[in-house]
């Protein structure tokens, strides 16, 4: 009766891991790794939330008003990246605000200023400074304009001053190396020049102003998260653009938020800017909840492994009992048939 009742349990164990097994992998598989088509899904569906057509016209109209052709062009994107259709009032304001001469006279008022001086919060203004810093000129220009706050008893930008110093080291890294600092180097610009802007969240201020104080004493080992950091910004803008590059780093609040930046911009490419312009932080957030799916999924299919070879085990011992019983049973018979035939 023990013996039954142990079988009855094996193959009850069984049949539960087995046919617990495929459900349980069905959910590991439907919360898989976060491939580009899966975040991509995640982030349009948000998007869509996000991006409604009252809020969308307006968003148009500020642009126009504003003469930002990069933020109407945005626009245009995301809704064709929506599969909206796209009014031509629209399409006729780009057209208008891109001809050559607009295009010069919006240099002339912002990318020159830019250049030359770093100042300016304009997309252009910021893209351009961002281009100095790359000449070397933008870090001597605005470590001297620092260095002077100091000699005049003013309060000097720190992050400011020690990027431009870093920027200067970098540029010798990189002529020496044939090109081999360039990705850190313009990944920096791009933070000097948000945090010359004004752009810079006060998490990210104080994490790279953290790590560049280390590094006075660390030397090149504790620069390395700030380096690591620029190359990210780097591939940033690579895969979408310095315009582009600039409104992601609004939204950054550390080091691990670009991993999750770069994650969007090498999945949208020269859609990142839509992307952030629609969602902001939230980018980051749905990123990182796809992550948790990720987590989640490795959950699942390692549950379902486990029911399924304990399932297949439990199998296998019950047919080991099975037989036993039977073997026993047969042992029975058998001397039980000797005994009659020898009376």
Known sequence: MGAFLRLCL??????????????LAREGWMARLPAPERLEGAILARMAQFAYPGWMEAQV????AADDPDSLEILIDTARMLDRPVPEAWLSALEDMTTPAAITARWARRGVEGFVSGGGDSVEAMAAGVVSDFTLWGDLRD???ELGKLAAGEEADELVLMLSGAGVAL?????????GGAAAKGGLSLLKGAARSGLLSPALRREATATLRAARGGGRVALRPLQEAGERLWRIEQASSTR??????????????LRHAETIAQTFGKRTGSVFKVLGREAIHVVKATTRLTVAGIAWLTAAAISLIGGFLSFL???SLLISMVSGALSLLWRGMQKVASL
């Open 10 to 23: 094996l193959l009850t164990a069984a049949l539960a891991g087995l046919a617990l097994a495929p459900g």
């Open 61 to 64: 109209a500020s642009a126009i």
């Open 143 to 145: 470590g001297s304009r």
């Open 171 to 179: 540029t010798a890294v990189t002529v020496a190396t044939a090109g």
């Open 244 to 257: 582009h590059a600039v409104r992601v780093i609004r939204h950054v609040n550390g080091f691990e938020d």
């Open 317 to 319: 011992s019950a047919v």
